[in-house]
């Protein structure tokens, strides 16, 4: 026990450093919501509708690259029609540069957990040096109907009150939720970067797309391994740190006494 108690205690110093000397490299953008009571499936995609990439169980992640709209563009004016007439047309068929739609198939085909999950979070994370805010919008497969009809309805994320272990939903019924991702440039670029001259367009800004169910509706599945590695790290501290702290106070009240000793002579 009295070799065990130094070494924990070195993990433990040890685990601190390797978190303090790891950078920061990434931004991320997340959206945490509840899954959907089945609704009916879209039986296709509206016409205006741009190509859906899709998440699911088997393909939870995946990698992108889109352009952010231009310095000084409130995200919520990003890829928002302003023409009329004719114009809102042939704008209505032109698909927008500055974001992505993801289709996230929360059924995960029956497996679980997906197919048991309440919860999801959605993730986009992209590097640090590119200035760029993202936007994350959901839409039910009604709201994403009613957006490409030209109805504007406000983003409709997922009902947190609705069971989607609840009866009555026909065969054709899913969780399927849409998303809307989106991008706009916000300062100045790294020099190094390619395209960062002056007045040049911002560049592609790559980043990754990760869907995945919460455990307990708080916690990511993609934590549990560093949990896992954390528990018997923090026990292993919990029982070294009291025997040091008593041993610290031994040797203080030893140095009070040679102290006090040394004054009264």
Do not use: K
Not at 97 to 105: G, K, Q, R, S
Not at 165 to 177: L, Q, Y
């Amino acid at each position: 026990m009295l070799l065990l108690q130094p070494l924990l205690a070195a993990a433990v110093l040890l685990l601190l450093a390797l978190c303090q000397s790891t950078p920061a490299a990434a931004n991320t953008e997340i959206r945490n919501f509840f899954a959907p009571a089945p609704a009916p499936a879209l039986a296709a995609l509206p016409p205006r509708a741009p190509q859906m990439h899709a998440l699911n169980a088997t393909h939870s992640e995946r990698a992108f690259a889109v352009r952010p709209a231009p310095l000084f563009t409130p995200l919520h004016a990003v890829c928002a029609r302003s023409a009329a007439g004719a114009e809102a047309e042939a704008e209505a068929d032109t698909p927008c540069a500055h974001e992505l739609w993801l289709a996230l198939a929360l059924d995960g085909g029956g497996a679980p957990p997906w197919a048991r999950a309440r919860a999801f979070t959605l993730r986009v994370a992209w590097p640090a040096f590119y200035p760029t805010a993202v936007d994350i919008a959901l839409y039910t497969p009604a709201a994403l109907a009613a957006h490409f009809q030209g109805a504007h309805p406000a983003a409709a994320p997922p009902d947190p009150d609705s069971d989607p272990g609840a009866g009555g939903a026909s065969p054709a019924a899913t969780r399927t939720t849409y998303a809307r991702i989106r991008l706009a440039d916000t300062g100045v670029r790294n020099p190094s970067l390619p395209h960062a001259g002056a007045g040049a367009g911002a560049p592609p800004v790559p980043f990754t797309a990760t869907l995945e169910p919460l455990h307990a509706g708080v916690l990511p599945a993609t934590l549990l391994p560093a949990l896992a590695l954390l528990a018997p790290v923090l026990a292993g501290a919990a029982l070294a740190l009291p025997p040091l702290a008593r041993a610290f106070a031994a040797v203080a009240r030893e140095a009070r006494r040679e102290l006090y000793h040394a004054h009264s002579e």
